[in-house]
């Protein structure tokens, strides 16, 4: 899955040359093969790697706390979001639910890193939430609706529908 999020990073930046990805180990972690220098290593090493190449540093965060923000959940994107067991999930939505109450973006007032790999990591979990389970967390469903609509973001994913729309009865008016 990382090299496809690896290769839709790659379209979203505009980076016009593709790299040369393969896996390595049984957690298939991504390589980046360099032409004249040693291969990146790790899904955020790579990622954080096209940002600086494609010369969109605000995707980093856009000052020292703003891409502390960013590294923190890119951080919590690899050692809990990928390694989570099932039965994290929920916890998982709660926690991320509480965090997203008052914000539109995971670092800030703007789109970064953070936002996207998590959108790439969250993707199959929201696919499989029922409608109810959906709305009961609002604030992620909210966050990732508005992300997987960013332009460029969603490439190798379907898009997921977040909120069922509402039927109401004759009373209403």
Not at 33 to 49: W, Y
Not at 61 to 69: C, I, K, M, N, P
């Amino acid at each position: 899955m990382a090299l496809r999020e690896l290769a839709s990073l790659e379209k979203y930046l505009g980076l016009k040359k593709p790299n040369k990805y393969s896996t390595q180990g049984d957690k298939k972690v991504p390589v980046m093969q360099n032409n004249n220098a040693p291969p990146l290593v790790g899904l955020v090493t790579i990622a954080c790697h096209l940002v600086k190449e494609s010369k969109r540093p605000e995707l980093l965060g856009d000052s020292a706390e703003g891409r502390a923000v960013v590294q923190q959940w890119l951080e919590y994107r690899v050692t809990k979001l990928d390694s989570h067991a099932k039965e994290d999930i929920k916890s998982i939505l709660k926690d991320l639910n509480l965090y997203l109450q008052d914000k539109v973006y995971l670092a800030g007032n703007q789109l970064t890193l953070a936002d996207v790999l998590l959108y790439y990591g969250m993707h199959s979990i929201i696919l499989d939430l029922t409608v109810q389970e959906k709305e009961q967390c609002v604030n992620v469903t909210r966050w990732f609706d508005h992300i997987q609509h960013q332009p460029g973001v969603r490439h190798h994913l379907p898009p997921v529908v977040v909120l069922r729309n509402r039927l109401y009865t004759s009373r209403h008016h």
